[in-house]
């Protein structure tokens, strides 16, 4: 039987109605095996129904309920109460939306605004190679594969964004990521535009090598890595 | 009354897409390929498309390559017929395994990221029901992206349309559906983020809403799965197909419910019970751990009521064990890392050194709004709605019929998604546009229901109501249904109905205000939930995924679809809708395995 706690959430909100923050305590005697996400939802159900946050598949899959704990940018739904006492070492836990965006209410971001930056380093292959003559796909070996499949891992949940050292005028560490991969990806044939957004005004230039969003990332990708081999040139 | 409920603004594209998960942009996609500057607007619950459910399907995408000398599409074929417990419809059978290969190639040709072989082809594994020779040995047909095949999917299709420039509403919920005479012209949106309704009103309207299962205590599926696409067919009096057809996934992470992967079995995970015992050797000889989810999911409760289940240390719930101890590290660190990663994560758990705990979990619906083989969503079994398509996990078509074989779903969005938007590219180019302006009573339902949650007063607690609802469903209407509990489900649904009407809004604000939101979706919960029981209830008869104990056979009589509409609550009318044995009918080559065959694994 895992172990019950008291612990205090003091939670950022913003009400949009009358342009008032304020940071709301919110004290729960809970079990240890609960995800932040399931705290959310008892303080909903038992104490305040008007808390807003966000979640969809609530196991990692889906990148929406990315939030700062204790500082730390993290996905809620992955984030049970005992791991979160030991990594901390406290019961009290500050609970803060994401920055790379603006808030909507309490700890709900409008992504849309940081999406656009994403959109940016365009999530898609520009121009892909002719289709192979037999007919079917593209051959691809597992090694060559294999140097960027992590990187296909992003989930988008901006984790990693929001501790970057960076925050201005830079596309950031996930969208830096998108065009990597197809830099790498022998598919896309349009590397010359891919060059362009890597090295042009909100690319690697920005980056200063500070590795928060290595760090972060739920997916643990190496983040920096990545950005790192493409600075050097060294893939494609 | 605090806010006035009225329109903001209208929209007039072309097509108008409800649901920007896999089938929903696939869809928009084609039909972007086919008339390229077609405007589209696609709305999503979510906060971006990317984040829609298909991103988390995990095991594979099934299709029969050319050039694999050992498979066929008939076996194929004849797998999802079996499967499906002779209740899928023989034409969309053959439409989409003959398809299946192709669409496989534009996925890869447009940047998904397969797994490999060493020779740099598209990797297969095998999956549950597919097999080689009709039956006999396990195939491998199922295509993946690791175990990360739906995010594959939905970050290409999402992708493609980006490319064609449609307009994503994210956070966008449908809530009413407009029609002018018989034809559907679109749908009242409400915007979560400002608290606006806005009219859009298309040539064409496409609903890929996805599944519905969040009415059961465990369950795959994400929060925004509650059933909005049924039950806003539902009220425009239009039927809905099957719904007592639910799936149960056999191996959901005890507690929460997440899905830990066919896949899995796939790769060599075998089940245990509490004394250690493979017990599906015992239930299915041939297919054992890869035979088909309803078959597996009732042994292992069955395991469980004789007694050879555990008891979860921390959350307290009967499970049995999955075991992938004996599978090499280097495939739990390629091929299964997400799942894997799931079992330490959310019950502590090393897969590489520890047994995992499962249980069965409400995963998907087979059944759905009816739709014809071009996705034209019927009003009955003769006749279709003008203006309005369905594809994906929402749609009818029917595919799966009582049980859908894995990795058969996301086959379906890609390929039923490409035929409807060939259809719809074709119906656009001469169909006249809507009219000018929102019709006489536009909003008048959904103004009416937001009214209702306003003005409501009274004790009743939403958290309740709903664990109520779940607990019930999931009892009563699960794995196994009796006559006696599938009455009693119906009267307590009335009753929760009824309390619900005496939940109060803690806040009046429209601006992303989830309690009101979450009010809508317990009502539509609480709606669908009625269809299956009911649905369930006249199916006297045992079939896929619909299990009667009073009535454990397959039962002739019932050989048919069952349509079912809903205009007041608890009043359920049925029909039928015949079910499609064209590839039996047309006596071609091994027509004989598609008639109405024994269901032995
Ligand atoms: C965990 C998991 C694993 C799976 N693994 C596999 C697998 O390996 N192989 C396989 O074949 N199948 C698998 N499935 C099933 C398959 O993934 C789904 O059936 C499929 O992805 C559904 O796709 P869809 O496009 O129909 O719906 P979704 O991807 O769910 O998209 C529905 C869209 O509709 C939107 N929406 C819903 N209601 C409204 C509304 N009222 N207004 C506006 N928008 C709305 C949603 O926001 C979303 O954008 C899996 C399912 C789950 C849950
Ligand atoms: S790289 Fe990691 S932290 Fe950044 S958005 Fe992707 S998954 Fe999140």
Redesign the pocket.
Known sequence: MSKEYDITLKISRYDPDTDQSWIQDYELRVGGILRFVDLFRKINDEQDATLAWSSSCEHAQCGTCGMRINGKPLLSCELLVEMAVEMFRTNVFKVEPLTIAPVIRDLVVDLERAYARVHAAKPYLISPASPNPQGDEFRIQPRVLDRYVEATRCINCFCCATACVTQKNYLGPNAMLVNIVRLMDPRETAKKERLDILYGEQGSPRCRTAQACSFVCPKEIDIAHFIALAKEGAIG | MTNTLKIDSVLRPEVLV???????LRCAAAICENRPGTSVVA????HS?QK???S??????AAVDPNDPMDKIVYHMFDTWKGSDCSADQNIIKKVCESAWEQIVWLERHGMHFSRTEQGRIAKRPFGGHMLNFGQVKAFRACYEADR??KGI?DTVWGETLKYGITFLNQ????ELLFDNDRCIGAV?FLEQSGKFVVILAKATIM????KTRMYQVS???K??TG??LA?VLQAGLPVMDVEAVQFHPTGIVGPGI?A???LRGEGAVLRNAEGEPFMERYAPTARDLAPRDLISRCIMKEIREGRGCIHRDHKLPHVWLDLRHIPEHVHKTRIQEVCGFFRKFVGVDPQHELCPVTPTA??QMGGVPTNEFGEVQRNAQQIVQGLYA????AAASLHGHNRL??????E?ITMGKVVGDKIAEYIKDADLPPESPPEGTGCEIFSRFSRYFEARGKESYAIIRDELRQTMMEKVGVFRTGTGLSETIDKLTELKSRAGQMQLHSRSLVMNQELVQFWELDHLLEVSMVIAQCALARKESRGGHYREDYPERDPEFHHHTLAFMREYGNVNLDKRPIDMSIYEAKGEHYEKFGIIERKY
């Open positions: 409800i649901g920007a998960g896999g089938a929903g709305v999503t619950k979510v498309p829609s459910h298909t988390t399907a995990q095991g594979g995408m095949t739906g939905m966008s919920i449908a809530v949106v890929a809403t996805g599944g795959t599926n994400c925004q799965n909005d696409g806003l899905l992967s066919e896949a995963h998907y594809c994906g996990e929402f894995g990795t058969n779903s996301l086959l969005l």
